[in-house]
């Protein structure tokens, strides 16, 4: 267990940024903290990283509580919103950023090299940041989180701002340093890429957990018997009590919902009764924004303010 | 601690290797050297001897007029308007031939006119050289008699004396000990502004630059602005050695420029002092009068002082000045509707200083060198006129006592101001939040 949250709380005057969640993170995994805008997520990742500390509820690191001033050492921090001085040069830049960390100067400049030939960045050393393109601060910007070989790895949004080939890159990366055992909590709202990258999600709205799941179970828990059925030609009949057509498409395919009671079995027994040659047959499997939006939906999306004395 | 060290090795370099920096730390004691360059050039172009002829039929002149060193007269006959020029004379000047009291018919022909000192000097001669005349003829005395009853009497000068503690007399000079104390507090007021803006600008610079929250995840707040703090205050401290050490190299360097005699005058009226009286210029006089007074000032003690007095406001004052940049976003009217009751008590320690300097050891002066918010000032402006006389080691070490105090406890207030301000986005706070904030 890399990490456990038990009932964190944390008020703020007008809100409850975050309400009693608990949640774990087990060790090399890609956890994904999910949640609108407001939800509580930057507050949750401030108190993991030890600069806010949480009004109730406590956080184990490693099995121990969390002592923020040892183990910051081991964590490595991106905030959504990016930050390196503007004046300073590149070179100089990570290596302070690095020995802030615990980094001894020589280890520092060691693995900054290499990641700067990894990346591509070895004729930046010498440039300030004011004369990197956004993308290229976000590069920087990761290598600075990741240099010192943290065990847990906190990403607020990684990929905004990024193009799609930088962002390849960097996910690359992502992947290659959870398979070296560090552990990766990934914030964001961009459901598609959560799908692609995470074991485990939490989503959370308004300062309270919805979910907490694998992304495999999530989405069993949450279909809805939806199928997608190909034809060569549409079959005559599509009415049944074993399901119900939900769209024709112009393919010669149909979704259908299932009713409750029957297997997709029937379904077939169905057609092929009718001789309808059938080309293929699929689950559709809610996507995550699916649930997200399910799951958000009727709450209203933005928080309003609450009066936390009562 | 290590990482405080990591926080202000970059404060300072990056301040430090700045050009702006390299700049004014170079060219203010070239600026200062210029202005003291300027003075004592003109001293010297002062000195410059101009020779004039002088014809004089009637003999007027002949036995009382005094060359100076500015103007050296010869009398001669040989000359006239067309070939003074020629002859090495700068000017030539005629008497009148009828009887002494025709002071209307001097007349001074030069090429080029002479400088003001030169015609002041000229006329002066003339005005002794006919009043020793007249004195010498009519009234039938020696004038150097009457030079010496005059001279004896003009020598008056008024020499404040205060009686040391060990009944020793010490003497000293107010308008030395004022100048002295008004300049040092004023350097005081000013690099309070100065260094107090460049914390508030850093504070500010990394929380709109969203690195603070990168840095926080690795040092705590706490360590980051005193990082920022004490790698500034040390920016301060080196301009202010850099500019003791250009400084005194310069004038050095200067004074070496002084003609030797003229230095040699100063040297030996010092030692005449009180009562110098005699050939010496009154410039001269007062040169020597000056050296002789700063002698008498404790350097060393008013140097401590300083130094003391910079940092202990500058703490006192950066730790405010960083609450106010954590409290404001990307507007820099805000940091001015905010700065305003810092700013405030600095001024105000400015006002009660110079109405203060004229009488160092009134109560107003007093109470307020004691009080953190105006004691860097008002106390750098009393020390020069002397530890323990006008301020005695009671208030010395209450106020310093009261700085440290002080400032441990705007730190204090300041560094959870600070820890909550820097992480908050948004509209910018109200002092009124602010305190809020400190008392979590």
Redesign the interface.
């Known amino acids: 267990m890399m990490l456990e949250l038990r009932n964190l709380k944390k008020y703020y005057a007008t809100q409850k940024a975050v309400d009693d969640i608990s949640f774990t993170v087990q060790e090399g995994s890609v956890f994904g903290l999910l949640g609108p805008n407001g939800a509580g997520k930057t507050t949750l990742l401030?108190m993991l990283?030890?600069?806010?500390y949480p009004d109730e509820g406590q956080i184990f690191f490693n099995g121990k509580p969390f002592e923020p001033?040892k183990d910051?050492?081991q964590?490595g921090?991106?905030?959504e919103?990016?930050?390196?001085?503007?004046?300073?040069k590149i070179g100089e830049q990570a290596l302070?950023?690095a020995?802030?960390?615990g980094l001894s100067k020589a280890d520092a400049m060691q693995l900054i090299k290499e990641w700067f030939i990894k990346l591509e960045m070895q004729s930046w050393w010498n440039k300030k940041v004011e004369d990197l393109s956004k993308g290229m601060s976000q590069k920087l910007?990761f290598v600075?989180t990741v240099l010192h070989r943290p065990k847990l790895i906190i990403l607020d949004e990684p990929f905004s701002g990024l193009d799609p080939v930088n962002s390849n890159v960097i996910k690359d990366e992502i992947f290659r340093l959870a398979k070296e055992g560090a552990t990766i909590i990934f914030s964001t709202h961009r459901m598609e890429q959560v799908e692609e990258i995470c074991d485990h999600i939490v989503l959370v709205n308004k300062g309270k957990k919805l979910l907490d799941n694998t992304v495999k179970d999530a989405k069993q828990e949450f279909k809805q018997n939806l199928f997608k059925i190909s034809f060569e030609n549409l079959p005559g009949h599509t009415d049944s009590k074993v399901f119900q057509t939900i769209k024709q498409h112009s393919d010669h395919s149909l979704t259908v919902k299932i009713n409750e009671g029957y297997k997709p079995n029937d379904v077939l027994t169905y057609f092929i009764d009718q001789n309808a040659a059938i080309t293929s047959f699929n689950e559709l499997l809610p996507s995550l924004n699916d649930i997200f939006i399910n799951l958000v939906e009727g709450t209203a999306a933005s928080r309003q303010f609450q009066n936390t004395t009562a | 601690m290590n990482k405080t060290w990591l926080v202000i090795k970059r404060e300072y370099l990056s301040r430090v290797r700045k050009k702006t920096f390299i700049l004014t730390t170079i060219l203010t004691p070239l600026l200062f050297a210029a202005v003291i360059g300027t003075v004592i050039l003109i001293t010297i172009k002062n000195v410059r001897n101009e020779k004039i002829a002088v014809v004089d039929p009637s003999g007027l002149l002949k036995s009382n007029l005094e060359s100076s060193k500015t103007v050296t007269y010869q009398f001669t006959t040989d000359v006239d308007t067309s070939n003074f020029v020629a002859k090495g004379f700068s000017a030539i000047l005629f008497s009148p031939h009828s009887g002494v009291n025709e002071t209307n018919n001097f007349k001074l022909i030069t090429e080029k006119s002479l400088s003001r000192m030169a015609n002041e000097s000229i006329e002066k001669s003339i005005d002794r050289a006919l009043e020793n005349n007249m004195i010498s003829q009519e009234l039938k005395i020696d004038p150097r008699l009457i030079d010496s009853i005059k001279s004896n009497a003009e020598s008056v000068s008024i020499i404040t004396n205060k009686k040391g503690e060990d009944g020793k007399l010490q003497q000293s000079n107010f308008n030395i000990a004022s100048s002295i104390g008004y300049f040092t507090a004023f350097l005081i007021y000013i690099t309070l502004f100065i260094y107090g803006a460049m914390v508030m600008r850093g504070v500010m610079e990394e929380k709109t630059n969203r690195i603070a929250e990168v840095i926080i995840s690795s040092v705590k707040p706490f360590q980051l602005m005193m990082g920022k703090i004490i790698g500034i205050g040390a920016v301060g401290l080196t301009q202010f050695l850099i500019w003791i050490v250009l400084i005194s190299i310069i004038t050095t360097g200067l004074t070496s420029l002084i003609p030797a005699d003229v230095l040699h005058q100063v040297q030996q009226t010092q030692q005449q002092i009180p009562g110098a009286t005699g050939q010496s210029s009154e410039a001269i006089r007062a040169m020597a009068e000056v050296q002789n007074n700063l002698a008498t000032v404790n350097w060393g003690l008013v140097i401590f002082c300083f130094i003391f007095y910079f940092l202990g406001g500058y703490l006192f004052y950066a730790a405010l000045f960083a609450a106010v940049g954590s409290a404001v976003n990307e507007d820099p009217q805000d940091a001015q509707s905010l700065m305003f009751p810092i700013t405030m008590p600095i001024v105000i320690g400015i006002v009660i200083m110079i109405n203060s300097i004229n009488d160092p050891s009134s109560s107003l002066a007093t109470w307020s060198s004691l009080i953190p918010f105006f004691s860097p000032i008002v106390m750098m402006a009393r020390i020069p006129f002397g530890v323990p006389d006008t301020v005695p080691y009671w208030q010395l070490g209450a106020s310093m006592v009261l700085l440290v105090l002080g400032f441990v406890f705007t730190t204090w207030l300041c560094s959870k101001i600070y820890r909550t301000g820097i992480l908050l986005y948004g509209k910018k706070a109200t002092w009124k939040e602010m305190l809020k904030w400190a008392r979590r």
């Not at chain 1, 919103?81 to 300073?88: A, F, I, Q």
């Open positions: 401030r990283t030890g600069i806010l001033l910051i050492e964590i921090y991106m905030p919103e990016r930050g390196l001085y503007k004046k300073m302070y950023l020995q802030l960390k910007q600075t």
